[in-house]
Every structure is written in C-alpha cells, then in structure tokens.
C-alpha cells in the first residue's frame, strides 16, 4: 500500500495532541491525527473534565446539605450515584464528539489505531482494516500517561480502584483509603468524603498536596479534617491484603506498621508516560524515567521529531500540553514562537475547599535567593465571600523586595481556581507590585482578596 503524505503527523489526540493538530492545520499544513482510543484522551474522557462533573455534583450536594443556613428547605436531601456518574460520562462524551467536528471542520485525517515510528519521518498505523503508511516531514508524539501502579498495590477494579475505576464506581465505598494526596488524590478523596464514605488519605510527604506552598497546605489540611476526611502524613502503604469485599493495608508511620480496613481503595501515586511500543529508542531518543527529554521546543534531538505533554514530563497539566501543542505547530510552521516558562503555568486542585498557584512557593523563592516581601489575606475579610457562606480560605502573594516583581501566588478557597488566572496574566506582562496596587478590582467580588493580598505585602492591607 502506498504511503499516505503530510506536512504533520500527530500521535495521541487528548489536549496536547489535538491541539497541536488543529493549530497546524490553521497555519495551512496538512495534518494527520492517530488516536488509539479516544478522542480527547485521558482529559476529556478520564480526567480532567468528568472529575470536574463528579466534584459539582458533590459541591451541590453540599450545599443542599446547607440549606437552612441560607433560610431555605430542602429535605431528604440524597444522591443517586449512577446518575450522578452518569452525568459525568455525558458531559464528557458531549466534548470528545465536540473533537471530531473540530477535526472535520479544520480538514484533519483522523486515523483510530496504534502508531509506531518506523523510522525518520514515517509512521506505521495499525487498525481495524490493517496497517496504514503515513509520512510526514514532522512528527509530534503526544501519547500522555497512565496511572503508577506500586508493586503489591495494583489496581483490580474491585477491591483497588485507578482514577478510570474511581469514575465509574462499581458501588459506594463506606470506608475507603486514598493513596497519595496529589491533585488525583485529593479530588476524589473530596468527593467520595462529600458523598459520605468514611475517607482516609495516606501521603508519604510531610504534607498534604506537597506541591503547593506549606501554608496553603496547612491550611486546606485543617478544612479537609473539618469536612470529616483523615489524613496520615509521613506514611506508607507497605502493602495491602485482599479478602472478600475488605482489604488489610499496612500503613507504616512514625516508624510503626499499623493495620487499618478498608472495603475500597484508590491508588493516586503518580503517574508513567507511555513511551512504549513507540519505537523512540530505536531512533536514538533519549528517555529518562518513562519520560521523552526535550528541549525548551520539544524538540527530542531527532530532526522532525517532537514530543509533548505528559510524556515530555513535569508539569503534567493539560494546559501546558495544549500550548506546547501551538508552540511547536508554530515552529514547524516556520514561525517565531516564546518556548513556555514552566514557572508561570498555574496549577489547580478541584478538592473542597479549592486550591490554585502560579510561580514559586515562599521556601522556594527563599531557596533561589530572593529578598522576599509576602502578602497574605483571609477570605474572612471579604464580604462576597461571607455572603457566598464561603469565608474559609485566604490569598498569599510573594514579591522580589528589590524589583516588586510578582514571584508567586498561592490560594485556598472558593473559585481560587477561576481567580488564578489574574496573577497568570500578571506574570505574562510581567507586572509589578505597583502594577497590581493601581489596579481597581470590582466590588463586590472575591477577586478583591487578591488586591489586598498584595496590598498586605507591602504594608497597606485595607480590611485586615
């Protein structure tokens, strides 16, 4: 069979890929897209998008739980799990049908089926019907990344559950364990906890999402032991032993292996980039620790090869894989694009209550030498977050005290994960303290924290 020619070839079609794919086609190349599973990938169909749907329905349900605080009734207030699933699968299924239109409208061949590089620009695509030839003068790997799963841990689908298990549940757990207390981790142990399952998490760290500053972390740990969850810091699941509908995990901690029930599972402890069966090795890329090294471009020092998202490592956030996807369908349109700034790509957590940054923590901006001014300002202090009944949370910023530059921003509370975007933005154009001081935030609005965030920095906190 002859081999079918493009400008592009892209494999994986989840936010770096499709993205990648679209923006090329755009910029007037022709594009080919292989996908073996779905359109979307994990984020549209196992991720991002139907835990967002999960996490509403439990914040709604939390909310009805409050209704008497709000002078209002509502009794006999419950949930219907498969519903509530269910909804979940429809709001992404609803966004992965929304792919492939994208796709026919921007003139994109997209191809279902296993792709291999069989050498220097050319992809050998196993289907249904057989195995189809592609060429291309540039090739973007986007293939993503799966679940860790730990020896002794693995997942089975009944009694030990994944993110795609913890999705589709095949019952209610009543006392369940979340390993890890990353953002998987923490969203579903928030959810399963909202619905009401007694709910333990296990986070080998000193702390709770580790990734964030100690403060927040701190204080969102408070509010998760409020809402009912338990949290064991400095510990290690060392093994668990299944017997029918009860696993036995061993969890050492403070140097002592306690034994602690569970009828249910969630391992969340990270994730490995699907770098096999690829042939990238074969092709002289290099690869660290399930991981494709690349360059600031993506490029993997194959000449036409590019690798990103996921499988090109840390942050493994689908906005930065969707951007990547832009920069690199730029470059190999002959454009001049900025490559990203890890730094200034914000992370989110969807748990209750929310959790957002941007830039660098205190310790690490400490860390890297900096003469620090840090701004702080409770959510207690703001009035649309009282008449929200959302007072819990705060705001802190972190200025370089020599240039006023904006080094991070950290928050905890309700919609943080919509306010982020203001310091994102900051940081693009590079704004200063001044810059933000100037700025009139509206009233009365929660973003109005973030002002006097950075007003407290330098002194000037108005309502605090």
Known sequence: MAAKNFDLIVIGAGPGGYVAAIRAAQLGLSVACVEREHLGGICLNWGCIPTKALLRSAEVLNLMKRAKEFGLKADSVGYDLDAVVQRSRGVAKQLSGGIGHLFKKNKITSIMGEAKVVAKGKVS??????????????????????ARELPGLEADGDLVWTYKHALQPVRMPKKLLVIGSGAIGIEFASFYNTLGADTTVVEVMDRVLPVEDAEISAFAKKQF???????????????????????TAHIEVGGKVEQHEFDTVISAVGIVGNVEGLGLEELGVKIDRTHVVTDEYCRTGVDGLFAIGDIAGAPWLAHKASHEGVMVAELIAGKHPHPIKPNSIAGCTYCHPQVASVGLTEAKAKEAGYELKVGRFPFIGNGKAIALGEPEGMIKTVFDAKTGELLGAHMVGPEVTELIQGYVVGRQLETTEEDLMETVFPHPTLSEAMHEAVLDAYGRALHF
């Open 125 to 146: 695509v196993k289907t249904d019907k057989g195995t189809e030839e592609l060429t291309a003068k540039n090739v973007i790997v986007a293939t993503g990344a799966r």
């Open 225 to 247: 032991v409020k809402h009912g969850l338990k949290i064991m810091e400095k510990a290690m699941v060392k093994k668990l032993d299944r017997a029918k509908g009860k696993v």
